[in-house]
């Protein structure tokens, strides 16, 4: 299909670019490879070739493909959507489509797009939105800020934004569902649908995924006004979860801060909208927001693929079971090298950055890694010299060494603990033991993305793993398949004999063949063979031995059936059978593995 969209694309946009906004890549020869963003893995499997336009991963996912592949595997998003989204990036346009053709996804992302423009309206022009503005100017926001982050404000009434996308063809079911409206329950009745919207005299803050869309919204209060119930209003709330937007998924200013974590090799990690903007404005742009919750599987995965240091910036409650203190004991296990910047009491970094953001470079160099941390928190808070706040203090800190995946780096706090305490180090390691070990597989099970488990490729035979050897070996070395003998071609399914046959001539026509090639070629490519002579030969005596064996195994299950059967002649002749096909296994026996 030359000219295509999908060709268009392809040729505008590099597949390598594109996954690196991603995925931390590192270059290895002609190609790409890091860890793979689909399966749990320590050492990197997967690989992009920029020659061939194409990924994929060796290790146990086996999952590769083309640009829009990746992008629907990794943002978990059909075919249509990765097509939209990619078209956008490299500025292909798509023919107008029919509107009903649209996805319930697609609209909400209209609507969170339109919506956003109406805020940014209501701060620009309307009179209380100009008093918010000034309010947020009052912080320390610049003018070309607010247009950056594109923040906006909700008028204080009860379906100015509903009537506005109703106007534009949207449902309020709709309105609903991408949760900037709420169902008001008590009025429903058979034809009418009653809504009021979600914010109302709030300040808004648009959340942004990966690719700078906005798909979900915070609102600040602006003015406190008294509910009628005589409550006060929360300070801040935020949309539930929708189709496009999952709290566990989001890190707010992520979209921005990507390049800059992965250059700084670090990421800061703080609490607010205001935290995030006013750090970026202030030019440390490697810093993203939880939205207020405990840090999730979900988030750690996201921030893994750009770096492995993460510096907090937020209240640390680390007594009892906070919510905090879970999602630094989850960032811990996960390998993370955490540092804690201290601030002073009842500051944020937006104050901070404010008053004075020289102070704010200051906090950071002299941020304490999180041992130290726990360390000097718990030591303040019990009495180190008398024996129940010694044992106390063990009770904190013991599970936090055990976490520490280093062992020197473990065994270093544990000298120090001893030290502290002013005990032997033999009987901190024996209470050590005693504590209850985080459930090894603390990330197992996991989803890493959720996509990838649906389709989980087709567990392949040992005949067919030995055939793929076989076709990259004579990939890498053409000359291997004069070895080959007429007669050990049958030996091999179909598809493999027609790769073969594609080796040669290099006219193919068919997608799925030419993928495999592809995937081959790049296996080819980054595989360091010793001898390829020797395990071209060992290889095809471990087919033929694959294809006696299981020859083997249907005449002994024929000969339990004609056992059955009572069937003596049956019988005699399929020993016979056994005994031909053992003799010709000869010397292939030693090479069954
Ligand atoms: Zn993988």
Not at 234 to 247: E, G, R, S
Not at 484 to 511: G, H, M, Y
Request: with cysteine; glycine share 6%.
């Amino acid at each position: 299909m030359l000219g295509s969209p999908i060709e268009e694309i392809k040729n505008r946009l590099d597949i390598v670019e594109v996954i690196r906004s991603y995925i931390k890549l590192q270059k290895a020869g002609a190609n790409f490879r890091a860890v793979c963003p689909f399966h749990s893995e320590k050492t990197p499997s997967f690989f992009v070739s920029p020659a061939r336009q194409i990924w994929h991963c060796f290790g146990s996912c086996g999952e590769g493909g083309d640009i829009f592949k990746f992008v629907m595997k990794i943002e978990g998003i059909e075919f249509g959507d990765a097509l939209r989204l990619l078209a956008q990036k490299a500025g292909v346009e798509l023919k107008k489509q029919d509107p009903k053709l649209k996805t319930e996804r697609q609209r909400l992302y209209e609507i969170c797009e339109l919506a956003t423009c109406f805020f940014e309206k209501q701060l620009r022009d309307s009179l209380a939105g100009k008093e918010a503005k000034k309010y947020l100017l009052g912080r320390g926001l610049k003018e070309e800020t607010l247009d950056k982050w594109r923040l906006g404000y909700a008028p204080d009434v009860w379906q100015g934004l509903s009537d506005f996308l109703v106007s534009k063809s949207y449902k309020r079911e709709e309105i609903v569902k991408a949760g900037l409206a709420v169902e008001r329950k008590t009025e429903k009745t058979l034809n009418n649908f009653h809504t009021y919207d979600r914010f109302r005299a709030r300040i808004i803050f648009p959340v942004f995924d990966f690719n700078s869309r906005v798909i979900g919204f915070g609102g600040r209060i602006f003015r406190q006004s008294q509910r009628p119930d005589g409550q006060e209003e929360a300070k801040y709330i935020n949309i539930p979860n929708t189709l496009v937007y999952d709290k566990r998924r989001v890190l707010y200013g992520l979209n921005k801060a990507g390049l800059a974590i992965r250059k700084q090799d670090a990421c800061i990690l703080v609490e607010g909208y205001i935290d995030v903007i006013m750090l970026n404005q202030a030019g440390f742009e490697n810093v993203a927001a939880t939205s207020g919750t405990a840090l999730s599987f979900e988030q750690l995965n996201i921030l893994k693929r750009y770096s492995d240091n993460l510096l907090t910036a937020f209240d640390m409650d680390l007594a009892g079971d906070s919510a905090t203190k879970r999602g630094i004991d989850r960032a811990q296990a996960r390998g993370f090298n955490i540092k804690v910047i201290i601030m002073p009491d009842g500051k944020d970094p937006a104050d901070i950055i404010f008053q004075n953001p020289g102070q704010w470079q200051d906090f950071l160099t002299q941020a304490k890694s999180i041992h130290g941390f726990y360390f000097e928190n718990t030591l303040s808070r019990f009495d180190k010299n008398k024996l129940e706040g010694k044992k106390e203090i063990s009770r904190v800190i013991l599970p936090v060494i055990k976490r520490i995946p280093n062992k020197i780096e473990q065994s270093v706090w544990i000298q120090d603990l001893a030290r502290v305490l002013a005990v032997k180090e033999e009987d901190v390691l024996e209470e050590l033991k005693k504590v209850k070990n985080q459930p090894e597989n603390f990330f197992e099970g996991q989803e890493i993305n959720r996509p990838a488990r649906e389709s989980v490729p087709p567990e392949k035979t040992r005949k067919e793993i030995l055939e793929e050897r076989l076709l990259v070996l004579i990939r890498k070395y053409p000359e291997i398949f004069n070895l080959i003998l007429a007669e050990d071609l049958k030996l091999f399914s179909p598809s493999t004999r027609k790769i073969i046959d594609c080796f040669q001539d290099n006219n193919v026509i068919e997608e799925g063949i030419k993928n495999k090639i592809n995937e081959l070629s790049l296996k080819a490519e980054i595989e360091n063979i010793v001898d390829a002579k020797k395990e071209f030969q060992d290889c095809l005596r471990a087919v033929k031995s694959v294809i006696i064996r299981d020859k083997l195994n249907n005449i002994s299950k024929e000969i339990k059936k004609a056992e059955e059967g009572k069937n003596p002649e049956r019988i005699q002749e399929l020993i016979q059978q056994f005994n031909q096909v053992t003799k010709s296994r000869g010397d292939l026996e030693i090479l069954e593995i």
